[in-house]
C-alpha cells in the first residue's frame, strides 16, 4: 500500500515532482532561516554604528574599514572552509561555523578600541565565509539538477528579507535600557548573537548529510533521488589543469569579477551606511531609522525575483544587467543630493531593487560567458574577487564621509561604481556560438 506521500505508481515526472516538493519543504526553509540568521549578523554593524561610532569615537573611515574588513576574511578563508565541511560533512560543519560566528558576533560587545574592531570583523568573515557555499554544496547534493537553479534563487532570496526583518528588529534593540549597564548597541550584538548559536546546536540533529540517511523519505523515494543523483554526477566533465588555467588566463573572466567587484562596492557600501545615512537627514528614533531601512529591501525582494523570472523567460541576460545597473547609478545620484528623508528613501529604494535585481542574471550570464567544463574555476574567481566589494564600498563611503564630513560624495563614488558595472557589462561580448534562447530556458 502506498504512503499518503507517496505519487501512485507511473511517471519518473510524478515521482520528480513529489520528491523534489518534499526536499523543498523540509530542506529549504531552515536552511532560510538560517541565512536569515547570518547575513543579519553580518549587517548588524550599520545599526550599532548609530551608537558605537560616536560612544567609541570611531571616525567614519575607521568605522567603514572596519565594517568592510568582513569579507578580507571571507574572501581569504572561503576555499579552506570549503574543503574541511567536504571532510567532516555538511551538518557538522555549518552546526560548527554557526556556533562560532555567533560567539564572535556577540563578542563585539565587548569591542572597545579599533583594533579589537577591526580583529572581530575579521573573524567574523572567516566563520561565515563557509556557509553560503557550504550550503550551496549542500543542496547540489540532495536536488536533482532539474531543480537546482530555483531552489538556490529561493535560498538566495534570504538576503533582502534579512534585511526587511532585521532592520525593524535592530532598531528596536537600540532603544533597550536593560539591567546590566550595557548600551543599546552591545545589546543589539549580544541578542542577535544568540540565534545562531541556538542554532547551530540544532543544525546536527536536523540536517542529514545524504539522501540515503533520510529516514523521512520513503525507501523507493531515497532510490530515486539517490540513483538520479548519481547519474548527474557521472555525466559530470572532468576539469583538467589545463583547462583551468586557460580559464584564468581569460579577460571575459576578469571583467565579469570587475562587474561583480562594483556591483558589490556599492550594494555593501549602501547597505552598511544606510541607518547612519537615514539619521544624517533629521531622524533620530532608532525604530524609525529601522523600519526606513527596511523599505528598499521589501522593493528589492520583489524586484530580484521578477527580473530574474523575465531574464529566464527570454533568454536575455546582458542588458538585464545594463540597464538596471544605469538606472540605479541615476537613482543613487539622486540620493545623494536628497535633503529629507523621505524622498532619500523612495529614490535608494530603486537604487537597492537596481542592484538586487542585477543578481540572477549577472550569474546566468556568467555561466554563458565561460561555458565549459572549467567554468566552475572562473565563477570561484569571479566570487572571490567580487566578494571584495564588500570590503571596498563601506570604507571608501566612510573615507570620503571623514574628509567631508557628509554622505554625499561617497555615494557618488557608489554611483560610479554602480555605473561602471554596467559599463564592463557592455563590454563583455558571448561567444557566438552559444545559443542564448537556449541557455535562458534550462
Not at 562560532?100 to 570583523?121: D, K, P, Q
Not at 563557509?130 to 534570504?158: C, D, E, H, Q
Not at 548573537?193 to 540536517?207: D, K, N, R, T
Amino acid at each position: 500500500m502506498l504512503s499518503v506521500n507517496q505519487p501512485a505508481a507511473g511517471s519518473d515526472s510524478a515521482i520528480h515532482g513529489a520528491v523534489v516538493a518534499k526536499l523543498t519543504r523540509r530542506v529549504v526553509p531552515f536552511l532560510f532561516l538560517l541565512y536569515i540568521v547570518g547575513y543579519l549578523d553580518r549587517i548588524n554593524v550599520g545599526f550599532a554604528a548609530l551608537q558605537m561610532q560616536p560612544e567609541l569615537g570611531f571616525d567614519k573611515a575607521a568605522f567603514g574599514l572596519g565594517m568592510g574588513i568582513f569579507f578580507f576574511g571571507y574572501c581569504l578563508f572561503q576555499v579552506p572552509s570549503n574543503l574541511v565541511l567536504q571532510r567532516v560533512g555538511a551538518r557538522r560543519w555549518l552546526g560548527i561555523l554557526m556556533v562560532a560566528w555567533g560567539l564572535i558576533s556577540a563578542s563585539m560587545a565587548l569591542v572597545h578600541t579599533v583594533r579589537e574592531f577591526y580583529i572581530l570583523r575579521f573573524l567574523l568573515g572567516i566563520a561565515e565565509c563557509g556557509f553560503f557555499p557550504g550550503v550551496i554544496f549542500y543542496l547540489k547534493n540532495w536536488f536533482p539538477a532539474s531543480a537546482y537553479a530555483r531552489t538556490v534563487a529561493w535560498f538566495s532570496a534570504a538576503g533582502p528579507i534579512s534585511a526587511v526583518v532585521g532592520s525593524p528588529i535592530s532598531g528596536a534593540i537600540l532603544r533597550l535600557h536593560l539591567p546590566g549597564g550595557l548600551a543599546g548597541w552591545q545589546w543589539l550584538f549580544i541578542l542577535e548573537g544568540l540565534p545562531a548559536i541556538v542554532l547551530g546546536f540544532v543544525v546536527p540533529f536536523y540536517l542529514v548529510n545524504h539522501p540515503h540517511e533520510a529516514q523521512w523519505l520513503p525507501e523507493d523515494w531515497r532510490s530515486w533521488l539517490a540513483e538520479t543523483l548519481a547519474r548527474e554526477q557521472t555525466a559530470s566533465t572532468t576539469v583538467t589543469g589545463a583547462e583551468v588555467w586557460h580559464t584564468l588566463r581569460s579577460g571575459r573572466v576578469w571583467l565579469l569579477a570587475m562587474v561583480y567587484l562594483t556591483i558589490n562596492t556599492a550594494g555593501y557600501g549602501i547597505m552598511l551606511w544606510l541607518p547612519t545615512l537615514i539619521r544624517s537627514l533629521a531622524v533620530t528614533n532608532t525604530l524609525i531609522i529601522g523600519v526606513l531601512a527596511a523599505i528598499p529591501y521589501v522593493a528589492a525582494a520583489i524586484a530580484m525575483v521578477l527580473v530574474g523570472i523575465h531574464s529566464d523567460k527570454t533568454g536575455e541576460r546582458r542588458w538585464h544587467l545594463i540597464v538596471p545597473a544605469f538606472i540605479g547609478a541615476i537613482a543613487v545620484v539622486g540620493a545623494a543630493y536628497s535633503t529629507s528623508a523621505g524622498p532619500m528613501i523612495a529614490i535608494i529604494s530603486v537604487a537597492v531593487l537596481a542592484e538586487f535585481s542585477m543578481m540572477g542574471p549577472f550569474w546566468a550570464f556568467s555561466t554563458m560567458a565561460i561555458a565549459g567544463a572549467s567554468a566552475a574555476a572562473g565563477i570561484a574567481v569571479i566570487n572571490s574577487i567580487g566578494s571584495l566589494g564588500g570590503l571596498v564600498g563601506p570604507w571608501i563611503i566612510g573615507l570620503v564621509g571623514t574628509i567631508t564630513g557628509g554622505f554625499r560624495g561617497g555615494l557618488l563614488c557608489a554611483a560610479v561604481a554602480l555605473g561602471l558595472s554596467g559599463g564592463i557589462a557592455w563590454l563583455i561580448k558571448v561567444p557566438r556560438m552559444i545559443d542564448i534562447k537556449s541557455v535562458g530556458s534550462d
